[in-house]
């Protein structure tokens, strides 16, 4: 096992156990593991929108099509007064059907739609019927709202190929020039009249050399202000700022343009312009929401910081006058906050409107804000739509979408803490014990490291971790150790800075303090240990197998190994800027220092190596010069999967079997097998 291999889909389901279903506190008749497939064959929740009248919530409802090799997404609706037995499947097309936004009417909704090949805005209504064509742009339509009087509709969308440039393509080709990009890859906002709830032709409104990324309207739906950058380029995102522009034929006008880039996520008539923004260049500050006032002569103020005393990343859910509604993570959970207003201000702390018994997610709310719509889940339960009113926390569900997990076989999920070696900080992780565990049973254990590094494990419904089937594992006989290192966020904006400067160093000793913990409470066994990861998870695991030979098999996705190349080879190279501080050929040291790669004549873990073949953000290289030393040195077995045409997520779903299957296969050989650690 010691070439690169270009997957198949081989499946290896394992486990036995009973099943505990918090939803119903009942204990099942009978529970069976749970697999790969039924991993697979999990339906899940997003994009919800409550519409206006409260009468209606809308969402997107995603499934796997194997037989395809496709994801598939539907738009289906529930009335708010219903539940599991009266919600309905509005689009049926093979495809994408997405992205639902209530036209203010709530008489019916628009959705995005790939069914004609070339995406556009559709309309549909609640009670069903035949969907219907509500833009014709020449191309693909991106981000789109209505005007709150429902007289016009902004969108998003590239201009098509000049003539010019598609003869230099037909004599030059189509060549991709570092850092820049051709005319049809820039966004441009367009405003189109509705007539009959059909769109007519748009009239662009952003000018040149400006990238618009979001927008919002103007409560008098006379002008709208957007987000926007000076090219399409990644990296011009810390150096975006906010537009007004009350008309196809008037100026784009500057109103705020702050350090790190911002986004307006509302126009409250009220509150004024909303934008989201950290406020600062670079870091790992916390995202706030602020208010910009206009002066008297028009001109923008300084914003005005409406979460400054949240100290999480805000996500707007609704304003008016007198509060302000945002979700934020919380530790291992996630909650809603209610913070009061008063002449356009904060008037007092932050208060949970949820009751943090749960993970309460992807919220929604009524136009005037008597309802809110979200998510609810916890370690033993999937997600769900619940619906209660603002004033009182009174939960109503209104889903089961995955009924089929009643008959599964789970295990019990909580949250550990423990000292880290490396100063004492208190560190959380989420664990997850195997199936049918004893207290003072020691068992295999397994680690999966979010990515980030200001990722973030929660204490939620952890089918999976990515290419890492967390109660698969668990099924298998494994505890699973999810820790949230140094740097994580949820524990604000203290936390997630402490490992700037410093990774590789004591946000790693975070992590194997963690393995310490969990063997010193008597539940890992030290002698079946394995340690896995993406992304800045696949990061550290590289780095802990060149530090200790305590586990038994490792697992690394999309991993960087060498800092130095890193740096040159990522989409995001003000990464290194943040969490490093120096340029490499400022301080070679330090790149060479932090990096696996320094260090990896260490290697003797079997290792396991996954990477999306076109994966910009942690590109194969790193992963290919990582396989490519451990197998040259001979110290190890050592496998590298590269996924064809693949990006940092691995979204094809025959590949994403390949993925967790390989991840079973691999901890079965070299944990749960003590033969097999003979090569």
Same mark, same amino acid.
């Given at each position: 096992?010691?070439?690169?291999?270009?997957?198949?889909?081989?499946?290896?389901? =394992?486990?036995?156990?009973?099943?505990?279903?918090?939803?119903?506190?009942?204990?099942?008749?009978?529970?069976?593991?749970?697999?790969?497939?039924?991993?697979?064959?999990?339906?899940?929740?997003?994009?919800?929108?409550?519409?206006?009248?409260?009468?209606?919530?809308?969402?997107?409802?995603?499934?796997? +099509?194997?037989?395809?090799?496709? *994801?598939?997404?539907?738009?289906?609706?529930?009335? =708010?007064?219903?539940?599991?037995?009266?919600?309905?499947?509005?689009?049926?097309?093979?495809?994408?059907?997405?992205?639902?936004?209530?036209?203010?009417?709530?008489?019916?909704?628009?959705?995005?739609?790939?069914?004609?090949?070339?995406?556009?805005?559709?309309?549909?209504?609640?009670?069903?019927?035949?969907?219907?064509?509500?833009?014709?742009?020449?191309?693909?339509?991106?981000?789109?709202?209505?005007?709150?009087?429902?007289?016009?509709?902004?969108?998003?969308?590239?201009?098509?190929?000049?003539?010019?440039?598609?003869?230099?393509?037909?004599?030059?080709?189509?060549?991709?020039?570092?850092?820049?990009?051709?005319?049809?890859?820039?966004?441009?906002?367009?405003?189109?009249?509705?007539?009959?709830?059909?769109?007519?032709?748009?009239?662009?409104?952003?000018?040149?050399?400006?990238?618009?990324?979001?927008?919002?309207?103007?409560?008098?739906?006379?002008?709208?202000?957007?987000?926007?950058?000076?090219?399409?380029?990644?990296?011009?995102?810390?150096?975006?700022?906010?537009?007004?522009?009350?008309?196809?034929?008037?100026?784009?006008?500057?109103?705020?343009?702050?350090?790190?880039?911002?986004?307006?996520? =509302?126009?409250?008539?009220?509150?004024?312009?909303?934008?989201?923004?950290?406020?600062?260049?670079?870091?790992?500050?916390?995202? *706030?929401?602020?208010?910009?006032?206009?002066?008297?002569?028009?001109?923008?103020?300084?914003?005005?910081?409406?979460?400054?005393?949240?100290?999480?990343?805000?996500?707007?859910?609704?304003?008016?006058?007198?509060?302000?509604?945002?979700?934020?993570?919380?530790?291992?959970?996630?909650?809603?906050?209610?913070?009061?207003?008063? +002449?356009?201000?904060?008037?007092?702390?932050?208060?949970?409107?949820?009751?943090?018994?749960?993970?309460?997610?992807?919220?929604?709310?009524?136009?005037?804000?008597?309802?809110?719509?979200?998510?609810?889940?916890?370690?033993?339960?999937?997600?769900?739509?619940?619906?209660?009113?603002?004033?009182?926390?009174?939960?109503?569900?209104?889903?089961?979408?995955?009924?089929?997990?009643?008959?599964?076989?789970?295990?019990?999920?909580?949250?550990?803490?423990?000292?880290?070696?490396?100063?004492?900080?208190?560190?959380?992780?989420?664990?997850?014990?195997?199936?049918?565990?004893?207290?003072?049973?020691?068992?295999?254990?397994?680690?999966?490291?979010?990515?980030?590094?200001?990722?973030?494990?929660?204490?939620?419904?952890?089918?999976?971790?990515?290419?890492?089937?967390?109660?698969?594992?668990?099924?298998?006989?494994?505890?699973?150790?999810?820790?949230?290192?140094?740097?994580?966020?949820?524990?604000?904006?203290?936390?997630?800075?402490?490992?700037?400067?410093?990774?590789?160093?004591?946000?790693?000793?975070?992590?194997?303090?963690?393995? +310490?913990?969990?063997?010193?409470?008597?539940?890992?066994?030290?002698?079946?240990? =394995?340690?896995?990861?993406?992304?800045?998870?696949?990061?550290?695991?590289?780095?802990?197998?060149?530090?200790?030979?305590?586990?038994?098999?490792?697992?690394?996705?999309?991993?960087?190994?060498?800092?130095?190349?890193?740096?040159?080879?990522?989409?995001?190279?003000?990464?290194?800027?943040?969490?490093?501080?120096?340029?490499?050929?400022?301080?070679?040291?330090?790149?060479?220092?932090?990096?696996?790669?320094?260090?990896?004549?260490?290697?003797?873990?079997?290792?396991?190596?996954?990477?999306?073949?076109?994966?910009?953000?942690?590109?194969?290289?790193?992963?290919?010069?990582?396989?490519?030393?451990?197998?040259?040195?001979?110290?190890?077995?050592?496998?590298?999967?590269?996924?064809?045409?693949?990006?940092?997520?691995?979204?094809?779903?025959?590949?994403?079997?390949?993925?967790?299957?390989?991840?079973?296969?691999?901890?079965?050989?070299?944990?749960?097998?003590?033969?097999?650690?003979?090569?």
């Amino acid at each position: 096992m010691r070439d690169v291999i270009f997957p198949g889909s081989r499946v290896l389901a =394992a486990g036995s156990v009973l099943s505990i279903l918090l939803s119903t506190g009942l204990l099942a008749q009978e529970s069976r593991p749970m697999t790969v497939e039924d991993v697979l064959a999990l339906k899940s929740l997003s994009q919800l929108s409550v519409s206006p009248d409260g009468q209606w919530v809308a969402y997107v409802v995603t499934e796997r +099509d194997m037989g395809e090799d496709r *994801q598939e997404t539907d738009v289906w609706v529930v009335p =708010a007064a219903g539940g599991p037995a009266d919600v309905r499947q509005l689009t049926f097309r093979p495809g994408s059907d997405d992205s639902p936004v209530w036209h203010p009417s709530g008489e019916w909704l628009a959705f995005s739609s790939d069914r004609e090949g070339v995406r556009q805005v559709y309309g549909i209504r609640p009670d069903g019927g035949e969907a219907w064509q509500v833009t014709s742009h020449e191309t693909s339509v991106g981000s789109f709202r209505f005007a709150p009087d429902g007289a016009r509709l902004g969108f998003v969308a590239s201009p098509p190929a000049t003539e010019a440039d598609r003869e230099l393509e037909e004599v030059r080709g189509r060549p991709i020039v570092w850092d820049s990009v051709y005319t049809d890859q820039w966004s441009r906002l367009h405003v189109a009249e509705l007539e009959d709830d059909v769109a007519g032709e748009g009239v662009r409104w952003s000018p040149d050399g400006l990238h618009v990324v979001s927008f919002v309207w103007a409560p008098d739906s006379r002008a709208v202000a957007f987000g926007a950058r000076s090219s399409p380029v990644l990296r011009t995102t810390y150096y975006g700022a906010t537009y007004v522009q009350a008309g196809a034929e008037a100026e784009a006008r500057s109103v705020t343009s702050m350090p790190g880039g911002e986004n307006p996520v =509302a126009w409250d008539e009220e509150s004024g312009l909303i934008v989201s923004g950290t406020g600062q260049l670079l870091g790992t500050y916390n995202r *706030q929401l602020w208010r910009v006032p206009f002066g008297a002569d028009g001109g923008a103020l300084d914003p005005v910081s409406l979460t400054a005393d949240l100290d999480a990343n805000a996500n707007l859910v609704h304003i008016d006058g007198a509060r302000l509604i945002v979700s934020a993570a919380r530790r291992t959970g996630a909650t809603v906050y209610r913070i009061p207003l008063a +002449d356009g201000a904060a008037a007092g702390a932050p208060g949970d409107l949820t009751d943090g018994r749960r993970y309460y997610s992807g919220a929604s709310a009524s136009a005037d804000g008597s309802l809110l719509a979200f998510t609810a889940e916890d370690g033993m339960t999937p997600p769900d739509i619940f619906i209660t009113p603002m004033d009182a926390f009174r939960p109503e569900r209104l889903t089961e979408l995955n009924p089929q997990v009643a008959d599964l076989a789970l295990g019990e999920q909580g949250v550990e803490s423990w000292p880290s070696r490396a100063g004492g900080e208190e560190i959380e992780g989420v664990l997850t014990l195997p199936v049918g565990y004893e207290e003072g049973d020691r068992v295999p254990m397994v680690l999966v490291i979010h990515g980030g590094p200001s990722g973030i494990s929660s204490d939620r419904f952890n089918a999976t971790r990515g290419a890492y089937p967390v109660q698969v594992y668990a099924g298998m006989g494994f505890a699973v150790l999810q820790p949230n290192y140094r740097g994580s966020s949820g524990y604000g904006e203290r936390f997630r800075g402490l490992n700037r400067g410093d990774i590789s160093g004591r946000d790693w000793v975070d992590i194997d303090s963690g393995v +310490d913990a969990m063997v010193e409470r008597g539940i890992a066994d030290p002698e079946r240990l =394995a340690v896995s990861g993406w992304s800045f998870g696949g990061h550290h695991t590289y780095w802990g197998i060149t530090q200790t030979d305590r586990f038994r098999a490792a697992s690394a996705g999309a991993g960087a190994n060498d800092l130095i190349s890193m740096y040159s080879q990522t989409d995001i190279p003000e990464f290194y800027h943040t969490y490093l501080g120096p340029k490499p050929w400022e301080d070679w040291d330090l790149y060479e220092e932090r990096s696996a790669y320094r260090h990896v004549e260490n290697v003797t873990t079997p290792l396991l190596i996954q990477v999306g073949e076109r994966d910009e953000r942690v590109p194969a290289e790193q992963s290919i010069q990582f396989f490519e030393a451990v197998r040259a040195i001979g110290k190890a077995p050592t496998t590298l999967v590269l996924y064809p045409d693949q990006p940092h997520g691995v979204r094809s779903p025959r590949l994403q079997r390949d993925l967790m299957s390989r991840n079973v296969e691999w901890l079965t050989r070299w944990v749960l097998e003590p033969e097999a650690l003979v090569p």
